[in-house]
DNA sequence: AGTTGATCTTAATACGTATTAATAAACTCG
DNA sequence: CGAGTTTATTAATACGTATTAAGATCAACT
């Protein structure tokens, strides 16, 4: 009896010498083209067989190589996902991609990249290391856009979690509706009677600011109200805000509600909480504070900020489902998908304080 | 002048073709293996300089192919759901697997199409699917053990998260100690003057129980007490552990003292708590209670139980260490590897009670 | 000039698969 | 029974890279 070639992971080659036959035919059998039902049932099952006995798997490289597909789907991440400390901001994305991708037959692919967040490249070591898998999600607030672009141009297949846009190609994206969550809630603090509402946005123009800052001009105009540049404010870093600033702020320019951007790591939350410690200025009391997004992590004796929630498992979930469509070609890319928001109420807003000052 | 060929992503031969020399010169230049510095310092510039012209990236697939090793480590679960829920018990293996994986070089594919399939056997469809990764770790209580051996057999490289033992062949993995940790655990209690410490194990021999018992008799040895069998007794359904039952062993037996195995879910500690709510058992005044290992989500309002830790994260980057290992032929299979618990003091020990039976 | 080295470049090959074109075998039919 | 037809199999090739052994060029030295 021929022994099982000892010498690492069976090939086809290996099968082919088992079951008497060439390459050529397991490669038919296995992978069943077009031409595969010309092979007779005797020598199908032969090779069959003698795949199973020596455990054998089809070797993603060459069949990529070869511009075959693996049902391998990518996870790409522009920061950390695994975190060891509980501030996980992708975290939920994560958990939504591989429901999907397993409930559809696929199987999950962490390109997690050894250098540190700051220099983190998809093209590392000149190689883009993606297309080992069919297809991938990216995700990340720091996204090089220069690396997305490359991607498009070259087309390897990609959903993007969070709207982005590239001035020359197109890309698809599964977004959080941050205008008509920012809009909404806009609405709210107006029918509390708000009527000076600050906004503190992050400084970089990204998608997800603008969008936020879209929703809030449309919010204040469907109130009615006009937008007062100046109630618009660029925080650096969320770490600067401190209870001077907002007394600053309520002081001089008559705020009566602020609306803040979190972050994805706890300084926003530490900040609110700093301020809300000094008892200086009293939430909602002396002034109603919305978050745009969620704080990074839900922890019980944190505070219930009022905020919008992004429905970020459904977004794994959806981004999954897009990719997927793609790659089994039912859809053209570029495809774009927003998701509602979910607003909650939380106890940090509350009626304007009567106009009067003091 | 030659057109940068327009078909498809450019490959080294286009380099090649650019620069007037040979693809094996541009691969020379690229890769830089040990010969790289041989190429004379203007061709490397002419091939360097073509390259940056048509945005030259290496293809993966190739690379790979070559290289004979796809750079894939996977991780399957024997678990009905692939631990990817953060308050899971296996997740901090998949945290520190990934966090190694990551630093040497690989990237991590979770099987989670094979976990999640109707019929969820690694050989789902007569194909071994783990093939597709250079070597796994295998995770999971309900272990498929025909599988295992046949995963030995085909001597596919895989390490197993926790310990495991085949009749036949050897396989190697990353354990916890829970013999260790169990008998310190009963030398503590003896030194708190237990005497008669009850063991509630489960009822299936699994390595992880056995280990436990082995733990619990060499510490009542080492504190020169006698082991009483009736004082073992096995919990089929931790649910089922009700004050009744407790005092019924306190009372019969005169147990002071009790380990229970805790369970991946929640029954046991809902089981203990609701004891503890019955305020008819009070741990540890009137028994003391420990934990032989983590209960599975810490919660801030859950009772610190006393019990022990397993160093999870630790297991898990040690786990893909010694698969790296195997794999790049620096050592040959199987090994083995216990890591130390740690003990975590919690609130429910305590001195046994006086020796008079009320 | 002829031999030996040193330096640089390239032809050839293997990695494992999928596919096309070609071949061999069996079968049909006039 | 040979020509045509169908059916089953395989030889050959391409995918893009890394590497080894061999070739080419030129300098140096007997």
Not at 222 to 235: M, R, T
Not at 256 to 273: G, N, S, W
Not at 292 to 305: A, I, M, N, Y
Not at 325 to 349: K, Y
Request: proline residues 6%.
């Amino acid at each position: 009896m021929s022994l099982p070639p000892r010498k690492g992971r069976p090939t086809q080659v290996d099968i082919a010498r088992r079951a008497g036959v060439s390459q050529a035919t397991v490669s038919l059998v296995i992978s069943g083209g077009a031409v595969s039902d010309q092979v007779a049932e005797s020598t199908r099952q032969a090779v069959l067989a003698a795949a199973a006995e020596l455990g054998y798997t089809a070797n993603v490289a060459a069949r990529r190589l070869r511009g075959k597909r693996n049902h391998l789907l990518g996870v790409y991440t522009f920061e950390p996902v695994f975190p060891v400390d509980q501030r996980d901001f992708y975290y939920p994305f994560l958990v939504g991609v591989e429901e999907t991708t397993a409930a559809l037959g696929y199987d999950l692919l962490l390109f997690s990249s050894v250098t540190s967040a700051a220099d983190r490249s998809i093209y590392a070591g000149g190689v883009n290391r993606l297309r080992i898998a069919d297809g991938c999600v990216l995700l990340g607030r720091n996204v090089r856009r220069d690396e997305l672009a490359a991607l498009v141009r070259e087309d390897f297949p990609f959903v993007f979690l969070g709207r982005r846009e590239l001035p020359d190609g197109e890309l698809s994206y599964v977004a959080a509706d941050y205008v008509t969550a920012t809009s909404d809630m806009v609405t709210t603090l107006a029918g509390y009677g708000h009527e000076r509402i600050l906004y503190l946005r992050a400084i970089e123009d990204t998608e997800p600011t603008l969008d936020r800052e879209a929703g809030y001009r449309q919010g204040l105009a469907a109130a009615g109200l006009a937008v007062d540049e100046s109630l618009i404010q660029a925080l650096a870093d969320p770490a600067e805000l401190t209870a001077e600033h907002l007394e600053h702020w309520i002081g001089r320019y008559g705020a009566t509600a602020v609306l803040i951007e979190p972050t994805e790591d706890t300084r926003l939350t530490t900040a609110l909480d700093a301020i809300a410690a000094t008892a200086r200025i009293r939430f909602p009391h002396d002034c109603s504070v919305a978050l745009l997004g969620d704080p990074p992590t839900w922890s019980p004796d944190q505070r219930d900020w009022t905020r919008f929630s992004l429905p970020r498992i459904e977004m794994g979930r959806e981004a999954a489902r897009m990719l997927i469509d793609l790659l089994e070609d039912r859809q053209d890319a570029p495809r774009h998908r927003s998701l509602p928001c979910s607003f909650v109420p939380g106890d940090s807003i509350g009626p304007a304080p009567s106009a009067g000052p003091s």
